[in-house]
C-alpha cells in the first residue's frame, strides 16, 4: 500500500523557469512533510518542510504548497538552476510516530 | 563536519556472510534510524532508536536484521546470512526528536550480495 505518491517519475525543465513537483498521500494521520534531494550515490539531503496547521512554507527559491482537503503537496522551485537536476523524494510523517514515510522520487533535469 | 556519516560506503559481500554498518549520528542528536533504499523506490522505514532504546521495528526487519545502539551515539545495523535480495542502499538519519521533527541522512552504505 503506497501511502505516499509521485506519479511523476521523471519532469524535464528549462534553466530559469519553474519546477513543480507533486505528491499525493492517503493516511490522514500525516501531519508533517517534507521534501529531500538525492544526487547519486549519496544520501537524501533536507530541502524544506510543512506543518498540516499551514498552507505554504517558503525558503528562498523553494516553497512548498499543502492542500490537506485533496491530500496534495507540491514542491515549486523558482527560478529553477542546473544544479537542481537531481531525484525529489515527497516524505510524510505523523506525530506520534517517528518514521518517514517516502514516495517513489520525481528525477527533476534543468536543461539549458 | 558535524554531519550523519556511515561506514563503509561500499560493501561487496557472497551469499551466506554477515555484514555489519555503522552510523555515527550528529552529536546532539537523541534520534537515530535505519533506512533501505532499492532502485526505483524510496527510502523505507527499518528501525529507530531514541537514545539507546530500540523503539520500533519494520516488519522489513526480519530476524537475520539486528540493530544496536549500545550508548545512545554510534548504531550498527548487522546482517546475518545474507541474501541477493538483501542488495540495496542502507541509510542511517538522525534528529532531535520531538512533535515535530527533521530527520538528516548520512551518505548511505550500498550493499551488494553476490
Known amino acids: 500500500d503506497q501511502q505516499v505518491k509521485q506519479n511523476s517519475p521523471s519532469l524535464s525543465v528549462q534553466e530559469g523557469r519553474i519546477s513543480i513537483l507533486n505528491c499525493d498521500y492517503t493516511n490522514s494521520m500525516f501531519d508533517y512533510f517534507l521534501w529531500y534531494k538525492k544526487y547519486p550515490a549519496e544520501g537524501p539531503t533536507f530541502l524544506i518542510s510543512?506543518?498540516?496547521?499551514?498552507d505554504k512554507n517558503e525558503d528562498g527559491r523553494f516553497t512548498v504548497f499543502l492542500n490537506k482537503s485533496a491530500k496534495h503537496l507540491s514542491l515549486h522551485i523558482v527560478p529553477s538552476q542546473p544544479g537542481d537536476s537531481a531525484v525529489y523524494f515527497c516524505?510524510?510523517?505523523?506525530?506520534?510516530?517517528?518514521?518517514?514515510?517516502f514516495g517513489t522520487g520525481t528525477r527533476l533535469q534543468v536543461t539549458l | 563536519d558535524t554531519g550523519v556519516s556511515q561506514d563503509p560506503r561500499h560493501k561487496i559481500t557472497k551469499r551466506g556472510q554477515n555484514v555489519t554498518f555503522r552510523c555515527d549520528p550528529i552529536?546532539?542528536?537523541?534520534?537515530l534510524y535505519w533506512y533501505r533504499q532499492t532502485l526505483g523506490q524510496g527510502p523505507e522505514f527499518l528501525t529507530y532508536?531514541?537514545?539507546?532504546?530500540?523503539?520500533?521495528k519494520s516488519r522489513l526487519l526480519s530476524d537475520r536484521f539486528s540493530a544496536e545502539r549500545p550508548k545512545g551515539s554510534f548504531s550498527t545495523l548487522e546482517i546475518q546470512r545474507t541474501e541477493q535480495g538483501d542488495s540495496a542502499m542502507y541509510l542511517c538519519?538522525?534528529?532531535?526528536?520531538?512533535?515535530?521533527?527533521?530527520?538528516?541522512f548520512g551518505p548511505g552504505t550500498r550493499l551488494l550480495v553476490l
Open positions: 516524505a510524510a510523517s505523523t506525530g506520534t510516530a517517528s518514521k518517514l514515510t
Open positions: 510543512i506543518s498540516s496547521i499551514k
Open positions: 538519519a538522525s534528529s532531535l526528536g520531538g512533535q515535530v521533527e527533521t530527520q538528516y
Open positions: 552529536s546532539e542528536h537523541n534520534r
Open positions: 532508536f531514541q537514545n539507546e532504546a530500540q523503539l520500533e
